[in-house]
């Protein structure tokens, strides 16, 4: 079936360092791909996207290229900081029929992200 | 706009207890679903709603139940809470409008539930 692999955590890196997060993913279709950013005690929040084969999601300076030649959507930075200390989630996104189109995410198990000053 | 909320944010709960979370949006979302989160095993749909009057079983549905009275509400219902509900409950929405498979989920900031 349908499903997200993402690298296990937690990654501890000092500031200023450069992040990479893997992800890979299995679909029939044509999926959307997503990062999802948790911080402490709060709910989930896009972070970037990308709909399409090669195209690049890009936000609060993190990016991510769609890959289909691999399967990856892996997430870089090239300089973190204390305050991006979080749990980031992969997930895939692909029409769901309920009379109508919808929307159904299938998520990664999230890798916890831990930046020391 | 609140966007998405949830009540309770905490509960503790014995088992065999019954309770309902609930979850508001004000953004006129046509779309809502139920999620729960579990360590190791990321987010997991539980139910999902199409609109006001219908509901749909996701992936985890067993010893759930939803209902959707109102656009914005989207109610969860634990009959006979157990052990293995112990987990943290995210509602999101979404706005069909913009048609396609990329849309973004709106989530709310979790229910973290405890059945002891």
């Known amino acids: 079936g349908d499903s997200v692999t993402q690298m296990e955590g937690p990654v501890t890196l000092s500031e200023e360092a450069f992040l990479t997060i893997n992800c890979t993913y299995t679909?029939?279709?044509?999926?959307?791909l997503f990062w999802y950013v948790q911080y402490p005690g709060e709910g989930l929040q896009l972070l970037l996207k990308?709909?399409?084969?090669?195209d690049k999601g890009s936000n609060k300076g993190f990016e991510a290229t769609y890959r289909k030649e691999t399967t990856s959507f892996h997430l870089e930075k090239g300089s973190v900081q204390v305050s991006d200390s979080a749990v980031y989630f992969c997930?895939?996104?692909?029409?769901?029929?309920?009379?109508?189109?919808?929307?159904?995410?299938?998520f990664g198990t999230g890798t916890l992200l831990a930046v020391q000053p | 706009n609140a966007g998405v909320t949830q009540t309770p944010k905490f509960r503790v709960l014995k088992t065999g207890q019954s309770m309902t979370l609930l979850c508001a949006q004000d953004m006129n979302h046509e779309y809502m679903y139920w999620y729960r989160q579990d360590p190791g095993m990321g987010l997991r749909l539980i139910h999902y709603?199409?609109?006001?009057?219908?509901?749909a079983k996701g992936e985890v549905p067993d010893g759930y139940n939803v209902s959707r009275l109102k656009k914005q509400n989207f109610l969860l219902g634990l009959e006979s809470a157990a052990p293995s509900q112990t987990s943290v409950y995210f509602c999101?929405?979404?706005?069909?409008?913009?048609?396609?498979?990329?849309?973004?989920?709106?989530f709310g900031p979790g229910t973290r539930l405890t059945v002891l």
């Open positions: 990308a709909t399409k084969a090669d």
């Open positions: 679909a029939t279709g044509y999926p959307s």
């Open positions: 709603s199409v609109g006001e009057g219908t509901t």
């Open positions: 997930a895939l996104s692909f029409l769901m029929n309920y009379g109508g189109a919808t929307n159904k995410l299938i």
């Open positions: 999101a929405s979404i706005d069909p409008g913009l048609a396609g498979s990329y849309n973004e989920q709106f």
